[in-house]
């Protein structure tokens, strides 16, 4: 089956650097790989997503990354902000399974003021 | 929008006690809900999908009898925890889409606490 795995586990920042979040997936039939963001306690909230017929998509100061041919994803935060501070998880999903997600293993990204 | 909804929000009950969550679908319909569980400071694992009308699907190592999945209607998928033990205490957070190529949606998520 599909195994997400994601780097780094945790990530710390000054404000206004750049944070850079990256995931490699294992099966070539993943076709949507969205990124959520989760809070402590909360919920997970999806920020952006990416179709494998997509190489990039960018939404204001977050950008995804896609590499089909090596498997891998990148998610890019710029101009981060203290409330960028959560847990970031990205997940691989493939249509042809119902659409279930498999999550990495998600980035404590950390924003010092 | 396509929101969620997640019931309780807490659960604190004894070993022994069966536990059941709901998941609503407010503003859509979902022929699929999925049901995931993590532990703190871990990412989700997905544990079963929901289809609606037929059995659920579960994820290897996910004991069916222990954690019963109903989705009854397009709006409505149950997790009940059978027979809790302190080791079943977890998050447990359902999601659910308009289809399996739109974006999942998440509910607030059941903390389960089994004293």
């Known amino acids: 089956g599909e195994n997400v795995e994601q780097h780094p586990s945790t990530l710390s920042v000054q404000e206004g650097d750049s944070a850079v979040i990256k995931c490699t997936y294992s099966?070539?039939?993943?076709?949507?790989f969205p990124w959520y963001k989760q809070e402590l306690g909360k919920r997970p909230q999806l920020i952006i997503d990416?179709?494998?017929?997509?190489g990039e998509k960018k939404d204001q100061r977050i950008a995804v990354t896609l590499n089909k041919t090596a498997k891998h994803f990148s998610l890019h935060i710029t101009e981060t902000q203290p409330e960028d501070s959560a847990v970031y998880f990205c997940a691989a999903s493939i249509y042809n399974q119902g659409g279930k997600l498999i999550f990495g293993q998600g980035t404590e990204l950390s924003v010092k003021p | 929008g396509a929101v969620v909804s997640q019931h309780p929000s807490r659960v604190i009950c004894k070993s022994g006690t069966s536990v059941k969550i709901e998941c609503r679908s407010l503003d859509f319909q979902a022929t699929t809900m999925f049901w995931y569980r993590q532990f703190p400071k871990q990412s989700l694992m997905l544990m079963a999908t929901?289809?609606?009308?037929?059995?659920?699907?579960?994820e290897q190592g996910v004991e069916k009898d222990k954690f019963l999945i109903n989705h009854a209607s397009l709006t409505l998928s149950t997790l009940t925890v059978t027979s809790a033990h302190p080791e079943d205490s977890s998050f447990y957070i359902c999601?659910?889409?308009?289809?399996?190529?739109?974006?999942?949606?998440f509910g607030d998520g059941t903390r389960l606490s089994i004293l």
């Open positions: 099966d070539s039939a993943s076709n949507y």
């Open positions: 999601s659910a889409s308009k289809g399996r190529d739109q974006p999942q949606h």
């Open positions: 929901s289809n609606e009308g037929s059995k659920a699907t579960y």
């Open positions: 990416i179709r494998s017929n997509v």
